[in-house]
């Protein structure tokens, strides 16, 4: 459900009312944690949200997705099999999540590692080669927020000083002297994006 | 406002706990709950509220610690998940008897026997029918968001000390593993002892002078006494189901049909209402809070507007005959459930919805 | 007449030399005669009363033929389910730190059904005493075998006697929990002889003042009789007791102050 809609309370547009965002990959590619930020992010400017992670061996064996909703409104379901956006950082991601995509919405994901690449016409489609650009700058810890960062430059679901406070609020304070590298991350992420189909 | 936070549903139920001024946490790791203990043994109250969090050997020590501790005015609660709470039967049990308040913990978890660890609703019968011995119920609240996980450790005590009675937080795997924003209230003190035994007379904290000493107990062998505790037990009921009923009814002013469906269930049948509106079908949704009291009153009457109810379970069909029983008349009433830790989709609901319902 | 008023005399409050004492209830105990369970009662809430502690105890009851200790003993108390008095003490003297908290368990009670609860409690080293009555058998429930019940001994559950082959062999519960770092004090007793009363409540003293120190578990174990479970008189019970049960169970400290020592020689008879 997506709507224009002006921020009453700060000075920028938001495009979407309620944003429902899957986000897989592998464990360890910081796919919870990527979720969890955006959330956070979202909380802290009083948005409703909600994550809701699969659990439990499906986690150990490897794949690992979360659900995260942005909204504007009390949120209904928490758990969905249609989304707005895919986020996708691998290929069993892909093959389970890219029908999942509702018409007209969004599928980003990072090529590295995929050997079937998304062929539906009816979504929006973007790559962003983040794992190679996070090894060359040596970043590869915050190589979700390369992610985050396209899909924020896509969807600005939440303002960047927020984005902030979200990373404050979700990595424990012996890290927090990594968030300049996070939000580094997040600033590159939005120059690599590419096109790849893009409707109209 | 309160303080805003990106909780887990586990986590936000123990600092609820924590703030509501709980004396006593006594628990044993099960997934998908062990969080509940891991925040609170981080967050280490025992150094600034004064509340002792213990890790039990077993369920069965846990729930006696329970009735221990409650036995003597504290505020304890526990947590555990199916398994573990079938485990505390007895337990619940001796509580109900010796009118001890106590709050527990049911993040609920696929069944029978070790079954999974994924979300499930199977454990309703043993929430609102009383799972041990005996003539018994407990309070039961099925919290469908993280904010209610952490209000309901809040009310549940509350209603544990107004009631004298074990209090049942009936969970579910996803709602205690998900994080959603929640605004936190502000915390209470625990009460002091001097404080507690004002507000406790029949709790055993140690035998003054002036008055006579204190048995907690379930037990009394003559049968007319035990009837009189029955009885006592029942009249209490009786009072809980007058005034306690809790329940949400959401797009229901309008509506030809109706989900019945409670805590996470519920969550998604109120995506089913956007997607079966936008098909131009008027649906909405009841959704009972308490468990027991069961809101019967309150389904009789919406029975009487509807053309159809479809009680929605993440279980093989259980609250649905309660709803029948309340409903009391001839309308089309069915269930729609997925089990052993799988969630109905919204879409697939609202396919049961037109099946079962209006078609069939 | 004059016969009479001397009696009357005698109860005169300077004539006193012995009385129940006010922590216990004035009401007939449901034992049976003979049973050591009364002195065991009586001992405790002597010492509670010369303690002074009346005010500052919760104790905690069992299932079994003492579940109705908390009609005699007029201090607050719980009843525990069979076999969880130390889960629910735990969780009292830990919310209560400076009440003097008890359990009072039976054989079946605290070796059997509730091992598990025992064990950890002594394990974690909780700051509370337990009073353990061992008579080798389940007394309220008819007579049926204990996990403390000798080798060839007759029970209803073993009316051949106890074969070890079939039915395993007795638990030393005592001798179990004492070498657990959290038990402090551990002592084998009984009640059958004026001078074994008198060590039992030397050691029930001990174990109250070891609470104030905040020491760990005081266990007390008291080997007493079971004269309707035996099927003997009280004088039989506590002769056969003598031979058989304390051989098997010596009586005597197995753990002072936390340091294990061994049981005097002279209470082993082979």
Redesign the interface.
Same mark, same amino acid.
């Given at each position: 459900?997506t709507c224009l809609q002006a921020d009453r309370f700060h000075n920028f547009t938001i495009y979407i009312m309620t944003e429902e965002i899957i986000i897989a990959g592998f464990g360890g590619q910081g796919v919870l944690s990527m979720g969890?930020i955006l @959330?956070?992010s979202?909380?802290?400017q #009083? &948005?409703?949200? $909600?994550?809701?992670?699969s659990?439990? +061996?499906e986690m150990r064996g490897g794949t690992a997705n979360v659900t995260v909703i942005v909204s504007d409104e009390r949120? $209904? $379901? +928490?758990?969905? #099999? @249609?989304f707005d956006t895919a986020i996708i950082l691998n290929q069993q991601s892909m093959d389970k999540f890219e029908k999942a995509v509702k018409p007209g919405g969004l599928l980003i994901y990072d090529p590295n590692g995929i050997t079937r690449h998304p062929s539906r016409k009816d979504i929006n489609i973007y790559s962003i080669d983040a794992s190679d650009e996070a090894g060359k700058l040596g970043l590869s810890k915050v190589f979700n927020m390369i992610v985050l960062g396209g899909f924020l430059k896509l969807k600005p679901l939440v303002a960047p000083e927020f984005i902030h406070k979200g990373l404050e &609020? $979700?990595l424990p304070a012996r890290h927090h002297k990594l968030i300049p590298d996070n939000e580094k991350a997040i600033e590159i992420g939005k120059g690599l994006l590419k096109p790849l189909n893009v409707l109209n | 406002m309160g303080e805003l936070r990106l909780m887990k549903g586990n986590e936000a139920v123990a600092e609820a706990a924590i703030r509501a001024g709980c004396d006593g946490y006594f628990g044993y790791p099960i997934t998908p709950q062990s969080e509940i203990m891991e925040y609170l043994m981080a967050m280490k109250p025992y150094e600034t509220t004064g509340m002792v969090v213990l890790q039990a050997e077993s369920e069965t020590a846990s729930v006696n610690m329970l009735y221990g501790g409650a036995g003597t005015g504290k505020m304890v609660m526990t947590s555990s998940s199916s398994p573990g709470i079938s485990l505390m039967q007895e337990g619940i049990s001796y509580m109900a008897g010796a009118e001890l308040p106590a709050l527990l913990v049911n993040v609920t978890r696929g069944g029978p026997g070790l079954g999974t660890i994924q979300p499930s609703q199977a454990d309703y019968f043993q929430a609102v029918k009383g799972g041990g011995h005996g003539d018994y119920k407990m309070i039961v609240l099925a919290p469908a968001s993280v904010q209610e996980m952490a209000d309901f450790a809040k009310l549940g005590f509350e209603l544990a000390f107004k009631y004298r009675t074990p209090v049942m937080i009936l969970s579910d795997g996803a709602i205690g593993q998900m994080m959603e924003k929640v605004e936190l209230f502000d915390p209470i003190a625990r009460r002091t002892d001097a404080e507690l035994i004002a507000q406790c007379p029949w709790a055993a904290t140690g035998k003054p002078k002036n008055r006579d000493h204190i048995i907690i107990t379930s037990l009394d062998l003559d049968p007319a006494g035990q009837e009189r505790v029955n009885l006592k037990l029942q009249a209490k009921y009786r009072q809980i189901e007058k005034d306690e009923v809790r329940y949400e009814m959401i797009s229901c002013e309008d509506a030809e049909y109706v989900f019945v469906a409670f805590g996470l269930s519920a969550r998604i049948c109120q995506k089913s209402i956007d997607i079966a509106r936008a098909k131009g079908i008027k649906v909405g949704l009841f959704r009972p809070i308490t468990l027991y009291p069961f809101p019967v009153k309150q389904i009789a009457e919406l029975a009487k507007k509807v053309k159809g109810m479809l009680v929605v379970e993440m279980n093989a069909g259980q609250m649905i005959e309660d709803v029948r029983l309340a409903a009391g008349c001839s309308l089309k009433i069915e269930h729609y459930g997925r089990f052993g830790g799988i969630i109905p989709a919204p879409d697939e609901v609202v396919r049961a919805m037109e099946n079962q319902i209006i078609g069939g | 007449m004059e016969e009479q008023f001397a009696k009357l005399d005698i109860r005169k409050n300077e004539n006193i030399v012995y009385k129940r004492t006010d922590l216990l209830v004035d009401r007939p105990l449901s034992y049976c005669p003979g049973c050591g369970h009364g002195t065991v009662h009586r001992m405790l809430m002597e010492t509670l009363e010369e303690m002074g502690l009346q005010d500052k105890t919760i104790g905690v009851s069992p299932v079994g033929c003492s579940v109705l200790a908390y009609d005699f003993m007029n201090i607050d108390m719980l009843g525990a389910a069979h076999g969880r008095a130390p889960a629910l003490a735990t969780a009292i003297k830990r919310m209560w730190p400076d009440r003097f908290v008890f359990t009072y368990q039976g054989d079946g009670d605290l070796a059997a059904i509730g091992t598990a609860e025992t064990i950890h409690a002594c394990n974690r080293g909780e700051h509370f005493t337990m009073i353990f009555i061992n008579n080798g058998i389940y007394g309220m429930t008819g007579g049926q075998m204990a996990p403390t019940t000798l080798p060839n001994m007759r029970t209803s559950t073993s009316p051949y006697g106890r074969d070890t082959n079939i039915m395993g062999f007795p638990l030393k519960m005592t001798e179990l929990v004492a070498q657990l770092p959290g038990t402090y004090y551990v002592t084998r007793q009984a009640v059958h002889t004026p001078s074994a009363v008198r060590k039992t409540k030397k050691a029930i003293r001990k174990a109250f003042e070891n609470q104030k120190n905040k020491t760990g578990i005081s266990f007390i174990e008291v080997v007493s009789n079971c004269n309707s479970g035996w099927k003997m008189t009280p004088v039989q019970s506590n002769k056969w007791m003598e031979e058989n049960m304390f051989p098997f169970y010596p009586l005597g400290d197995i753990k002072i102050d936390g340091v294990l020592v061994t049981p005097k020689a002279e209470t082993v008879k082979v």
């Open positions: 459900m969890k @959330a956070y979202g909380v802290m #009083n &948005k409703e949200v $909600s994550w809701m992670p659990y439990g +061996p949120i $209904s $379901s +928490p758990i969905l #099999n @249609a &609020k $979700s | - | -």
